[in-house]
T-cell receptor
Framework: QKEVEQNSGPLSVPEGAIASLNCTYS??????FFWYRQYSGKSPELIMSIYSNGDKEDGRFAAQLNKASQYVSLLIRDSQPSDSATYLCAVRGYSTLTFGKGTMLLVSP | KAGVTQTPRYLIKTRGQQVTLSCSPISGHRSVSWYQQTPGQGLQFLFE???????NKGNFPGRFSGRQFSNSRSEMNVSTLELGDSALYLCASSLMTAPNTEAFFGQGTRLTVV
């Protein structure tokens, strides 16, 4: 059973702070890793993909992957109230995309 | 470039009825996956299609079925609806089924069974 685990939150941070979201996965054969943002009542939106160990940055977002520890994280710098959403971690091996249940992030003004 | 289009956006059905949902992927994408999202269970995988062939199937009863057409459009069908089938049904479009392939979601169809 492939599992993707996330802390459900909510994670509360003040505006301008760094939000750190974490994800662990059970399948060592996993090859690609994704972060999606989902606003309440909306569909998930892809914000970051990472395929190899190390760091990847895209604007205010930064992902880090550690395959040895089976761990992937997402940092959101200079958090804004508009970042308040549920963040879903997704992992793919050679088959399907498996999602965690998401971490709710609340950014207070 | 048009995104993933799901129709209808909202549906209300009665227990015992059946329903068909439609998904048109991004132009050029040949893989379509379907997910069920409920507050308690999160996103659960239903099935994945590539070039009209079902490549993977999730752990759902046989009442849930799907198909993909030659133009990559996909439909999923749920027969003999139950109250527990009330959920947001999401379709994701990918270029292919390879590991390093990004998936993009449609707006979803919200199904309510009464």
């Amino acid at each position: 059973q492939k599992e993707v685990e996330q802390n459900s939150g909510p994670l509360s941070v003040p505006e301008g702070a760094i939000a750190s979201l974490n994800c662990t996965y059970s399948d060592r054969g996993s090859q690609s890793f994704f972060w999606y943002r989902q606003y309440s009542g909306k569909s998930p939106e892809l914000i970051m993909s990472i395929y190899s160990n190390g760091d990847k940055e895209d604007g205010r977002f930064a992902a880090q992957l550690n395959k040895a520890s089976q761990y992937v994280s997402l940092l959101i710098r200079d958090s804004q109230p508009s970042d308040s959403a549920t963040y879903l971690c997704a992992v793919r091996g050679y088959s399907t995309l498996t999602f965690g249940k998401g971490t709710m992030l609340l950014v207070s003004p | 470039k048009a995104g993933v289009t799901q129709t209808p956006r909202y549906l209300i059905k009665t227990r015992g009825q059946q329903v068909t949902l439609s998904c048109s992927p991004i132009s050029g994408h040949r893989s379509v996956s379907w997910y069920q999202q409920t507050p308690g269970q999160g996103l659960q995988f239903l099935f994945e299609y590539f070039s009209e062939t079902q490549r993977n199937k999730g752990n759902f009863p046989g009442r849930f079925s799907g198909r993909q057409f030659s133009n990559s459009r996909s439909e999923m069908n749920v027969s003999t609806l139950e109250l527990g089938d009330s959920a947001l049904y999401l379709c994701a479009s990918s270029l292919m089924t390879a590991p390093n392939t990004e998936a993009f979601f449609g707006q979803g169809t919200r199904l309510t069974v009464v």
